[in-house]
Structures are given as C-alpha cells and as structure tokens.
C-alpha cells in the first residue's frame, strides 16, 4: 500500500509523461481493436451475405469469376444425388439513384429457384413467383428488398435505373421482399431478377457464375460432393457455400497481413513508449530506490513495484484503447469496404463494425501484457540498482572501461551471428533470429558510437561557439549511459522510419517500373468504370470495330479473372501474347524474355508473377495445374516477371488457349496503341462514338489509368504513412523525455556552472547545443540501422508477405527530409528543460537533492 | 556482534585501482558506541556501506551476529539489512512523498506489517524522537533537525540490533547537531543498540565510548573514551 503510495505520488508529479506513455498503450489497442474489428466486420458482412443468399443451399459449383457454359446445369440437374440445382449469377451493380451506392443483383431461375431460396413478398405479390412467365416476358423485371424500397421511396410498379453492358436500362420492381433471409444479404441493398436477363444485363453470354445445389435426403456432402466432381471433372470447385468466406478471405490475405502488421506496429509504439518512460523513471527514481533497497526491501520487491505500475497504466490504457477502438473501427470497416471495391474489384456492403467482446477484453489483455513486458527491461534495472551508487548523485551515469569492453564484445558477437544466420540459415526462424541479434548488437554498441560520434563533433561544436560547443559534448561524454539512452531511443525510431519508408519507396519504384512496361497503352476500352472491376464484359469483336477506329493502330484483347488455383483465387489475365510481346517490354526475374513470350503465345507455357511463384515455391519449368471447365490444363511455367495485379499472383496465358479452354470469347479490357501523330482524345472521342451506342462503354487514357494505380497504391501505403508519422512522434517524444531527463538530472551541475561565472544565455545554448548533438548522433545512428532494417524489411517482404523481390533503395529523400525534423524537434524539445535549468538561484539548484 | 578480518575493498576507477580499505580487521560488541573518524577518502563511509551489507568486500570476511556477509547474495543482504541494520544518513534520504509517518512505517511495511500496526508503531517512535505532533507532515515542510529525527525513527523502526548512522549531524547546524546527538545517546540508554558512527565531527566523536580512526584504509587509532 505504501509502495502504491509511491507509484501515486511520482505519477502525480509527471501527469504529462504517464497521460502519453498510457496514451501509447491506448494507441496500440486501439488500432489492434479496430484492425481486427473492421477486417472481422468486412468477413462477417461477406458471410452474411453468402449465408443470406445460399438459402437451402447445400453445395455450390462454380468455377472462379469466369463462369462456365449453361450446359453444366444440364449435367448437375441429371445427378440422382441432386434434388435440385439453380443456376445463379451475382453482381453489383451501380444503381444512380442517388446516395445508394451498388445494389447486389442475384440472378436465379425463376422457375426453379424456390426449392433452393424462399421469397417471402409482401401482400399480393406473391402471383408473381407462382408465375415465372412475367420474369420471362418483361426482362426488366426486378424485385428489391423492403428495405431498400423504403429507403428510395419504391413500390411495385416503381422503375430504377441500372448500369448494364448496353448502357443505362430501366427496370420495373415486380415485387418486394418481406425482411428476413434473402433479404438480410448485403445490408438489404439486394435485388433478384432472372438470371438469363443478367446474362444479358452483363453481356456475359450464356454463362452461369455457379449452380447452387440441395442434395436428395439421406445422401451426405461427401457423396454429393464426389458425385458432383466425378461428373463435371477437375475444373470446376464444388464447396459448401461458406467455404465462399475462405476465397474472401485468401483475396484478403496481403490485406489483412498489413492491418496485422499496422497493428503490431502499433503495439510495439506502445511498448516502446512504456519502455521510454519506465527507463526515464528508473533513472529519475534510483535515490528513491536505492533508500528502499538500504532499508531492505529486495529485488524482486522492486521489480514488483515496476511492473505493478506497469500494469496499471497498461490496464488504464488498455480499457481506454479498446473503447477508442471501437469507435475507430466503424470508420475503419468502411475505408476497407472502399479499398475492397476499389482494389479488387470485391464490393462489399459493410455496415459499421459490431462491438466483439472477446475480441475487446482480448485486446485490452494485450495492452497489459505488453505493457507489462515493455517494462520488465527498466525493472530488472531497477532491482539491479546499487543501493551505494543510487544515493551517490550522477555516479550511475559512468560506464567502465570493462562495460565498455563486454559492450563491444557482445556486438561483435551478435553481428557476426547475424552474419552466420543470413549466410548458412536457411529457415525463417534464422532469418528473424539474426534480425534480432543485428539490433542487439546495435543496442550494445550505441554507447561507443556515441562517444565516437561526440568526440567527432567537438571540433563542429568548439567552431561555433567555444565555451558552450565544448560544455555540451563534455557533457556527453561524462555521461555515457545517459546520452547513450536517448540516442538508442532515437536510432531505433528512425531504424523504422528508414524501414517503412524505403519498403514504400522500393514497392512504388517497382510500381512505376511496371506501370512504364506494362500498362503502356494509350488508351484502354472497358465496360467497367474502374479497371480493377470485371463485373461486365464485351464481345471480342468489339476489338475489331475498335481497330477500325482511324488513328488504331493496334488492340490488344484482355479477359481477365480471379479462377481458383489450389483453392485460392488467383487472376488469369487471357491476353493476346504474341501482340503483347511487342509492346511490353518487362524484364523477366527468371526464364529468357524471346522464349517465354514465344512459348506462351503458342499456348504451350504460362508466365507467371513473381508472388505467384514465390508464394507457392514455383521456378520455371514447373507445371501448373489449372482447373478449366474443360478439364485440369497443365502448363510450364515459362517465365517469371514483375507484376502487380493482384496480390496472390497472376497467370498470364494466351487468348486462343482460353477460349478453347473455357468456351468464352468476351473481354473486359482492350489495350489500344494509337498510330504515330493521332490524338488520344480525339480517338477517344471516335471509339465511344462508333462503338459505344447501346453499350456500356469506358475510353481510359493511360494517364487515367495510372492516376487510378498511383491513387490505390498511395490507398493502401496510407497506413504505411501514418506509421512513419508515429514513429517520427515516438523519435520526437523519446528525445523529449530523456531530455528532459538529463537536464533535472543535472541541476546541481548546471548550478556549479552558474555559480563560477557561466552566463544564462551560455547555459541554455550549451543544453541546445547537447540537445542538437544527440540528434545528430541519434540521426546518423539511426539512419545506418536504418538501412540494415530496410534490408530486413524488404527481405521479410519476399520472403513472408508478397513474396516480391525488390530493389534495395535508400529513401535518401525521406532521410534528407529528416535531418531538420529531428533536429529541429531536439532543439524545440530543449527549449524547456533550458529554460528550466536557467530560472532558478545557483545556490538552490546546488543544494538539489 | 559486527567482527571484520582483514577487509580490503578496492574500487576500479577507469583503468585505475582504488584501494578504500587495506585489511581492516575490527572488533564491536553488543550495544557499543563506536565513532570512526578519519579524513575525508580514509575509507568511512565504505566501512559502513560493507557493515551494513550495501556492499560487498574485495577479501576479508564480515561476521554479523557470526554470518558471513560476504558469503551472501543480493536478497540475503536485503534481509540482513531488513531484519539487522538501521541506516541514518547525512542527506536524511527520506523519500519526499510519503509523510513522517510513512516514511517511518516503511520498513516495516517492507517486513510485511499491516498498514495499521506500522504506522501505530511509527506514531510511537515519532513521539520518541519528540515529532509526535509532525506525524502528517511532508519531509518538506520539516526543518533540517526535524528530518533527521523522522531518519532516526525509521531506523529504528524495526529494533534493528545494529544502528548505522553516516555524519548524522553533517548536514545540520551546530545546535541541532546537538540535540540529534542527545536523542542517539538517549535512544542507546534505552534501546541498547549497537552504533557505528561515521563523523567529522568532535564532538559526536567524543559523545561515544569507543573512537576508531581510518587514514589510507586503514586502521592508525582504536580507542575507547571513559564516560564521565
């Protein structure tokens, strides 16, 4: 209770510093809470939907975003296992009714489709089912759900307008949908119509995304599943409906690694900060420790007092961020909704995040738990300290020439462990290992740096001012510990500022470098307003006619798709290779650029992205096995390149191969080359002209389209960049507490300074001047580990996240950049404690105690 | 009681051996006074940091009530120094946050006393010390004689065998030395505790029956002072 006393009373005395160390923890739970909040918010919506739409649903066939050929129902519906299978299309479609975003269209058989869904309508409609002729004979039939009728002021009888592949059509609501079931999916914004007049809707020919089937009673999933998969062969998925949620989720892999990695980031901030300040304590505490110590109390009394404390603020800050997190996850699981759309295509309806308990005590558990870890280091320091040395003022601060030795030694031998580790290990647990051991040895070694870089400044120092240049380094290098504390906080802050940035840089130069070798149509002709949606295709010969456009002078056709591969969604871009290689000009991470293009536009062979292969431990001349729904295609693998179209790989194959396998001749890309002198706006102008009446039709220039790219890169590196801006703060913060630190710890010294002469102007300039060569070390320090880290960063990308090589690029930008940001936050963060130092008498800062 | 046989503590300072006590061997018996005087740097205060089990010995052995401290660990000295030493110090050490009561309460709170029968004991030996009516006051709000009267309470909390004190009147004005001095010989009459103090001073030296003097580390002077 008395030591509580204590804990109370120093707290009490540095409001400031607890309110941001418990601040710290906060931040971290409350991005842990609502990382894992919102991405729980986007799956559960995702599964909702499924849930709500699969109905009686026992198994489902499908074949990836590219469908197959109706025939297949046929051959589903003469299974005896099956009782009944309904054909089924799903898109979101843009509504244009103001403020109502996309409003999910689920095409179905009216005639067949009850045994699968109920439809439950309100009074009086229900003739409309029990009379499948009225879907069939007006094609702009449409029932919507109550909720989305109330919502646009709709009834039966009321027209909407929706997007469709020939342009904006009309359609009549037929009926309405009591709430409940089918209803409940995609938030209510969800319509049902035939699914042969979504064929047509969406151009997609006669195509079905899946059947949807109940087995007879008494046959189990296995039977039907292996009856299903006997008659239909290996290219077809046949899965219950929730293992759709599984695809989601794999589509959101890369996605979540990030909101995982950001909230791990964010822990360890706060961590960092706990650690910070616990340290500060220690330091501040010691003459309070070492009188505990002189009258008995023992180590692990101490350490208990630490950590106590520790808990507490952990507790404080953990309740605190799980409340803030929360709230910040309704706003998060809308930002991911969006980034969904945006970046892959998937449209979600996510309606806020609901509270999770589990997941919120969770998280508030982990904010003591890592509070309490972050300062087991001070504590241990606290219990080690010398009751004789604690009562003797600044003795602590001097490190031995023997600490200094076993300091040097213990970096030599983690560098060179990290060195062995890199070079012979093999397996990922070495790998993190040695990144370990390099920051260790760091750490170890900042005390020695330090004093290297101080002596090295001196002479900078002395040159501007004399007296004060020389004051401040000496005192820097009476005080080893000290400067050695503040200068590790800033070098491993800035490490990760080096670290985050350069993975940005690097990813954003490959990203150019791809964009400038790829993506170098002048114009690209789409049905999708934005090019990552594959919702609406066109028939090839569209490319024709646009090749008759004057100022052509080549079309490339592009169909694109997510199809499953070893039960993860992969994209297969079906491009006209031959064509391609002559305008594309990518340099292969593997494989001769002549032969995999040649061998790939005959159709013998695939080239594959690099997260692809990498992902799976594919090399070049391995076999891909490919579902189809015309069987299982194999294909070498002949090259590997650079490309970033979708985060779980790309397969790229030759047009005339897709369409034998897969029976489809639509696409939803043409890339256009303009003939030399032609304006690209004006061919525009002629492409929707001549052929986009009566069709849904988008002209992109290529700087459109790169603006779009650049736009969802900057979308997704956004939480790159609010990590470097925290731990810009957490640099800032950690100079402004140990210094603050320093200079009370100096007081009595400072005083002597006064008291034999020293002006107050040249006291103050002598702590700005220690104040700015720490940030000078602390900067040159950190941006060296710096770039070590980015090595380890960029490694841990191939190896672990994207599975992308990339080129190793110092963010000399970000570093210039931070060369007057810290010093100027060193410099502002000793205005303070200067001031402080200068206000009072000499005699009484000589007596403090 | 306290025996030291040939006690050597040698202090590294850079690459640089300091020698602060070369073989010291002394002897104090139960409920003696003894002063140990010397010049600044003989080896005082690290005589009574290794009798108090603050620190360890470079060679030589301690005996506290026949235990070897420099056999012990870390937590066994804290135990030693829990269960047998009482510290006054020249600098108070009080801790600035914790009232006169608290402060005094404390040790006994590390033994694991209850709140309330630490500080019934605190409030009795504040009264002893003659601060019965300072029991709420913060060390701040305390003269400099009033501080060291709160020290002395606290050591003296537990009925420590043994009680350390380091220039206990150093940081105080001649009259109030005094009257510090006064309060130790009375609490000796009536405690019986054995007292080892490190002071400059002549007459502290001189209020104890037995005088020890260090120069270089060493011993050059034991004597023992008739009482009136």
Request: charged residues 20%; aromatic residues 6%; glycine residues 10%.
């Amino acid at each position: 209770m008395l030591l509580a006393r204590l804990s109370w009373a120093y707290l009490k005395k540095h409001r400031l510093r607890w309110a941001l160390t418990i601040a710290g923890v906060a931040l971290g739970v409350a991005v842990l809470v609502a990382m894992r909040l919102a991405n729980q918010a986007v799956l559960s919506s995702f599964q909702r939907t499924v849930q709500g739409i699969a109905g009686r649903t026992q198994l489902q066939v499908h074949a990836g975003d590219l469908g197959f050929p109706e025939e297949v129902l046929e051959r589903v519906q003469a299974l005896p296992e099956v009782a009944a299978a309904a054909p089924v299309i799903e898109a979101a479609l843009d509504t244009g009714l103001p403020g109502q975003g996309y409003l999910l269209v689920v095409g179905v058989d009216m005639t067949g489709d009850r045994s699968i869904r109920d439809y439950e309508f309100d009074s009086g409609e229900e003739a409309i089912l029990d009379d499948p002729l009225v879907f069939l004979a007006q094609p702009d039939s449409i029932i919507v759900t109550r909720e989305f009728a109330e919502r646009n002021g709709l009834g039966v009888g009321s027209r909407i307008p929706l997007g469709t592949a020939q342009g904006t059509r009309w359609f009549t609501v037929r009926g309405i949908m009591r709430p409940g079931g089918l209803s409940q999916a995609f938030g209510g914004n969800l319509a049902v119509m035939d699914v042969y007049a979504l064929q047509y809707v969406l151009g997609r020919g006669r195509r079905f995304d899946r059947i949807d089937v109940a087995l007879r009673e008494g046959i189990s999933l296995e039977q039907g599943e292996r009856a299903l998969r006997q008659a239909l062969g290996p290219g077809f998925e046949i899965e219950p409906p929730s293992a759709r949620g599984r695809h989601f989720e794999a589509i959101l892999r890369s996605f979540s690694l990030t909101l995982n990695i950001t909230s791990l980031f964010a822990v360890l901030v706060g961590m960092f900060l706990i650690y910070n300040s616990f340290s500060v304590a220690v330091t501040q505490r010691r003459a309070e420790i070492g009188i505990l110590r002189a009258l008995g109390a023992d180590r692990s009394t101490i350490r208990r007092l630490f950590l106590s404390e520790a808990a507490v603020a952990g507790l404080v800050g953990a309740l605190a961020g799980a409340a803030a997190g929360w709230l910040m996850a309704q706003w998060v699981a809308s930002y991911v909704g969006r980034l969904m759309q945006e970046a892959y295509g998937v449209v979600q309806n996510v309606e806020g995040a609901p509270a999770d308990w589990r997941l919120l005590v969770g998280g508030a558990g982990v904010g003591v738990l890592a509070s309490v870890v972050a300062a087991w280091i001070p504590a241990r320091a606290a219990a080690r300290v010398d009751p004789v040395l604690a009562l003797q003022k600044g003795r602590h601060q001097v490190l031995s020439a023997g600490e200094y030795r076993v300091r040097r030694w213990l970096a030599g031998v983690a560098a060179g462990g990290a060195a062995l580790l890199l070079t012979a290990g093999r397996s990922p647990a070495w790998f993190y290992a040695g990144y370990v051991l390099i920051v260790l040895a760091a750490l170890w070694l900042t005390p020695a740096l330090a004093r290297g870089l101080a002596r090295g400044l001196r002479p900078l120092l002395a040159w501007l001012r004399p007296v004060e240049g020389g004051l401040a380094v000496d005192s820097l290098l009476q005080a080893p510990r000290r400067t050695s504390a503040t200068v590790a906080a800033l070098m491993l802050s800035l490490a990760m500022v080096v670290g985050f940035g350069g993975v940005a840089r690097s990813i954003y130069d490959s990203l150019v470098e791809w964009v400038e070798t790829t993506l170098n149509p002048d114009l690209f002709v789409t049905p999708n307003a934005e090019i990552a949606n594959r919702t609406y295709v066109v028939p090839a010969e569209l490319g024709a006619e646009v090749e008759r456009v004057p100022g052509v002078r080549q079309v490339q056709l592009v169909r694109s798709a997510r199809v499953p591969y070893q039960g993860v969604p992969v994209l297969l871009v079906a491009a006209d290779v031959a064509k391609l290689a002559r305008t594309v000009r990518r340099r292969p991470i593997e494989g001769d650029p002549e032969d995999m293009h040649r061998r790939t536009a005959a159709g013998e062979a695939t080239i594959v992205s690099e997260s692809f292969a990498r992902l799976r431990g594919l090399r070049v001349g391995d076999v891909v096995e490919l579902p189809a729904p015309k069987g299982l295609l194999r294909l070498p693998i002949a090259g590997i390149v650079r490309d970033y179209s979708d985060q779980q790989g790309t397969l790229l194959i030759d047009r005339a191969l897709y369409r034998t396998w897969w029976d489809d001749d639509t696409v939803n890309v043409i890339r256009v080359y303009l003939a030399p002198g032609a304006s690209a706006a004006e061919v525009k102008r002629a492409i929707l002209e001549q052929c986009g009446r009566g069709r849904r039709l988008f002209v992109l220039a290529n700087e459109e389209v790169r603006r779009y790219i650049f736009r969802l890169a900057d979308q997704w590196f956004g939480m790159t960049y609010n990590q470097i801006a925290v731990a810009i703060l957490v640099a800032v913060l950690g100079v402004v507490n140990t210094l603050t630190v320093s200079i009370t710890d100096r007081r009595r010294e400072l005083g002597l300074l006064l008291a034999v002469g020293g002006l107050r102007p040249q006291v103050r300039r002598t702590i700005w001047m220690e104040a700015l060569a720490i940030g000078l070390i602390g900067l040159l320090l950190g941006l060296a580990l710096g770039a070590v880290n980015l090595y380890y960063s960029l490694e841990m990308t191939r190896r672990d996240l994207a599975g992308l090589s990339l080129d190793y690029v110092f963010p000399a930008s970000l570093a210039a950049w931070l060369i007057p940001v810290i010093l100027g936050a060193a410099f502002l963060a000793a205005l303070g404690p200067a001031a402080a130092a200068v206000r009072g008498s000499p005699a009484e800062a000589l007596e403090y105690e | 009681m306290i025996e030291l046989r040939q006690v050597w503590k040698v202090f590294l300072n850079g690459r640089r051996e300091v020698v602060a006590l070369r073989g010291v061997s002394l002897s104090v018996r139960r409920g003696e006074t003894v002063a140990v005087v010397g010049p600044s740097g003989s080896g005082k205060s690290t005589l009574l940091n290794l009798i108090g089990g603050l620190d360890r010995p470079s060679r030589g052995r301690i005996l506290l009530e026949g235990r070897n401290l420099a056999e012990l660990d870390d937590d066994e000295l804290a135990l030693v120094r829990r269960e047998k030493i009482g510290f006054v110090f020249q600098f108070f050490h009080l801790l600035p946050t914790l009232t006169c009561v608290e402060n005094v309460a404390l040790p006994l709170h590390l033994r694991g006393w209850s709140r309330r029968s630490a500080e019934a004991r605190a409030r009795e030996l504040l009264a002893l010390v003659g601060l019965g009516e300072r029991l709420d006051h913060l060390p701040e709000e305390l003269s400099g004689g009033e501080r060291q009267r709160v020290a002395i309470a606290r050591a003296l909390a537990a009925n420590p065998p043994v009680l350390l004190a380091d220039e206990p009147t150093g940081n105080l004005d001649t009259r109030t030395g005094a009257e510090i001095l006064t309060l130790l010989a009375d609490l000796h009459t009536r405690l019986g505790t054995t007292m080892l103090i490190v002071t400059h001073d002549a007459q502290v030296a001189r209020a104890c029956a037995r005088v020890v003097t260090l120069r270089d580390g060493q011993i050059v002077g034991d004597s023992s002072i008739q009482g009136p």
